[in-house]
């Protein structure tokens, strides 16, 4: 009696394959990321171009969704008779979720198309192989500093994002109920602790070594030219995003287990 084994249709063979190699990929990163040269100059340029330029984008995002989120919970809220929990229900929702993976998202879209595109470029042109003949460890110097910067530029980034969110709910709030900042903010913070704003501001780096390392991946491996330049630029959001989100559920569930009494 024979049994015919079923193939494994050869996209999930080519989708695995590509997550063994970005997994290879940021391996070699951590490990690489403690020798010598440290290239401190370099990440430090990174820092500025992933968290500095992308101040303006976490403002206007952050303010935006702190008004809609504010909207959205009076309108329930009022129901209820709970209006007064407004603004401890918004800080709720920005510290613990929103802030974090939307601060992900927005910085994998334009961050990490950027460094897919860099050095997608780079490749092409044949730059990196420029840099090492000059005996200039490009892995080193383009991919773990880019996502050194990553892990360091997201938790910051958050933060501005979670203030401008709070910032945005209050002046949506005060329009309507003329309440004043100091009231707003004591009630915003009455029942969150600081590990409650810690713990899911510590996840985005984690959230920033993900975008770093499959960004610098699509990009550090592009192939065909001005078409691949392009489809590294888009890899890079597409596989970056879809981790965040992935990785995002484990983590809180991750939170939650270690940290019962600290997690919103």
């Not at 802030?99 to 897919?116: C, E, F, M, N």
């Not at 860099?118 to 500093?145: C, K, N």
């Not at 892990?151 to 309507?176: C, D, Q």
Request: proline share 4%.
């Amino acid at each position: 009696m024979t049994s015919s084994a079923h193939p494994v249709p050869t996209a999930v063979r080519a989708a695995l394959s590509e997550a063994g190699l970005i997994s290879a990929f940021a391996m070699r990163a951590i490990r690489v990321a403690f020798q010598r040269p440290f290239e401190l100059r370099e990440v430090v340029h990174q820092i500025y171009i992933t968290g500095w330029r992308s101040l303006p984008l976490m403002m206007t995002s952050g303010f935006a969704i702190g008004v809609v989120l504010s909207m959205h919970t009076r309108a329930t809220m009022e129901r209820f008779g709970a209006a007064a929990m407004i603004p401890g229900a918004l800080a709720i929702a920005l510290l613990s979720e929103t802030g974090p993976l939307l601060t992900g998202l927005l910085i994998s879209g334009r961050v990490g198309a950027g460094i897919g595109a860099e050095l997608g470029g780079m490749r092409v042109t044949s730059q990196i192989d420029a840099l090492e003949s000059l005996a200039v460890d490009s892995f080193h110097y383009l991919a773990v500093t880019r996502i050194i910067a990553c892990m360091i530029a997201l938790p910051i980034l958050t933060t501005v994002m979670n203030f401008s969110g709070l910032i945005g709910g209050f002046l949506a709030e005060t329009a309507v109920s003329n309440v004043s900042l100091h009231p707003y903010f004591l009630q915003a913070f009455a029942d969150i602790g600081f590990m409650d704003f810690l713990l899911p501001t510590l996840k985005t780096v984690v959230f920033g070594f993900i975008i770093g390392a499959v960004s610098s991946y699509c990009g550090y491996t592009t192939t065909g030219g001005s078409e691949g330049i392009g489809r590294a630029s888009t890899r890079s959001v597409v596989a970056s995003s879809m981790l965040l989100i992935v990785i995002n559920v484990l983590l809180v569930r991750i939170i939650f287990l270690l940290f019962p009494a600290g997690a919103l």
